[in-house]
């Protein structure tokens, strides 16, 4: 492979680095192009255009491969948990047994939040969406962590605040939840497992023992792997400009809540779910929906289906589909929005239009299914994207403040109006 690429600009020729990561991909590094030609280049949705060097996670979406620290996502969903998961995505490899219980001990020190911040619960109107919610709570944490604003941190003292960051991020889920149906919260059971523990302050009462079904715990711990990391999505790298300004980790991990909340993103999954009740209440006629999808006139989209960078198919969108199956028939539910997905991704599948543009189900297009299945509402979806994906982020924003990266400065082409004057409003 060339080292160099060769920028012919009329007369003259630049020779500009080719980089090559560990799984193959190629790279033109273009971070003296300016200095050395007087020219940017353009990428409008950064579509070309690499922000970093990560050695976190490696998809290819060509062939729908996904692995977290070399680790395929297919082996961690079948047997790890979301916490050892956890471990891996921000220290850098599976834990020892010794190492794992330490870790799940000091999350397990620091599942409460201060009795204060319930004044911020109380302050949202019911009715408000969680995802607004779990931004300014998540974004709030920084006042009840002061020390977490200090510049320079040690490294000890950053692993503190993302401890208690994990931590506490269940326990407001839940809390969220809670106060969404006027319920009393309920306390984490630190002898829970992190997600025994997020199921029982969700789904137990205070006034009975709740017993969580070890089918439930272990179907989210499944979908909470899926949805740790996804490399440089749009709301991890939301993370990684907020925290390229030296911002604190939750004011960084608040604004990549708000970037998930879109419906291209994180949103999709509660919009899957919407538009599968949708068509459902609408006869299930699921050729009427495609031939919306496809109509450029009309703004349907068919959610759920395409992504940026997968262009097969979605390698959790399989493992999510299977266990939907899975969960459905032990729990047994009858779920029709499944039928609906299943068939509108068999059209789909089958349509010249999907086909050639290789819009394939991706990892929302399932996740609804079995979240309804588990006892969540639809508004919830995303915040649970946001539960899973946060040490995904976490570790990203790790990357970034120990390679020293710079703060995130994209340029522009200026095409607005040149040499105005100011005149008076008089003769306007
Ligand atoms: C996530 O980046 C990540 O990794 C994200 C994520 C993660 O883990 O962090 O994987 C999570 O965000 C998954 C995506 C969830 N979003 C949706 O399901 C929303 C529906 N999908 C789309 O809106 C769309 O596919 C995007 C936003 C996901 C990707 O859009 P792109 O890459 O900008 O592609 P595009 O909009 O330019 O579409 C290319 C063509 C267009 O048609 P033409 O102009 O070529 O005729 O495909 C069409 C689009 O109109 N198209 C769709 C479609 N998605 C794309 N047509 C109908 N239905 C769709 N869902």
């Known amino acids: 492979m060339a080292d160099t690429a060769q920028l012919k600009i009329g007369d003259k020729t630049y020779d500009l680095p080719v980089i090559e990561g560990t799984e193959g991909e190629k790279a033109i590094d273009i971070s003296k ?104 709570l998540i974004g709030a944490l920084a006042a009840f962590n002061p020390a977490s604003l200090k510049q320079s941190l040690s490294a000890e003292e950053v692993n503190l605040e993302i401890i208690k960051l994990i931590a506490k991020m269940s326990t407001i889920v839940s809390w969220i939840y809670k106060k969404s149906l006027g319920h009393p919260v309920i306390y984490p059971r630190n002898q829970y497992d992190y997600v025994t523990n997020f199921m029982h302050m969700t789904f137990g009462q205070r006034t009975e023992e709740v017993e969580i079904d070890p089918v439930v715990v272990s179907a989210m711990n499944k979908l909470l792997i899926l949805h740790a990391d996804h490399e440089q999505n749009c709301s991890t790298s939301t993370v990684r400009i907020v925290g390229s300004s030296d911002a604190n980790l939750y004011a960084s991990i608040s604004a990549g809540i708000s970037a998930l909340w879109g419906p291209l993103h994180g949103g999709a999954n509660q919009a899957v779910i919407e538009m599968l009740q949708k068509i459902k209440e609408d006869g299930g006629d699921t050729d009427k929906w495609i031939a919306k999808a496809k109509d450029k006139n009309d703004p349907f989209r068919l959610m759920g289906f395409g992504h940026r960078v997968y262009k097969n198919f979605d390698p959790r969108a399989k493992i999510i589909k299977k266990a939907c199956d899975d969960i459905l028939e032990k729990l047994g539910i009858n779920d029709e929005t499944l039928e609906i997905a299943k068939k509108l991704e068999e059209v789909a599948l089958h349509d010249p239009y999907f086909v050639e543009r290789k819009l394939y189900p991706n990892v929302d297009f399932y996740s609804g299914i079995i979240y309804t299945a588990l006892g969540f509402p639809t508004d919830m979806f995303t915040v649970l994207f946001a539960l899973g994906r946060l040490p995904g982020w976490i570790a990203q924003w790790k990357e970034m403040k120990a390679n020293k990266e710079p703060i995130g400065r994209p340029r522009q082409i200026y095409v607005g109006a040149t040499d105005k004057n100011y005149t008076d409003i008089k003769n306007r």
């Open 33 to 136: 192009l300016r200095d050395q030609s007087g020219y940017v280049t353009l990428d409008i949705g950064y579509k070309n255009t690499g922000a970093t060097k990560s050695a976190i996670t490696f998809l290819d979406g060509e062939v729908g491969i996904l692995k977290y620290r070399g680790y395929p996502i297919e082996q961690l969903a079948e047997k790890s948990t979301f916490v050892e998961v956890a471990y891996l995505l921000i220290y850098g490899d599976l834990p020892s047994a010794e190492q794992l219980k330490n870790f799940e001990l000091e999350i397990s020190r620091h599942t409460l939040v201060h009795e204060d911040m319930k004044k911020f619960f109380d302050g949202f109107p019911s009715g408000s969406h969680p995802m607004g919610q779990l931004s300014s």
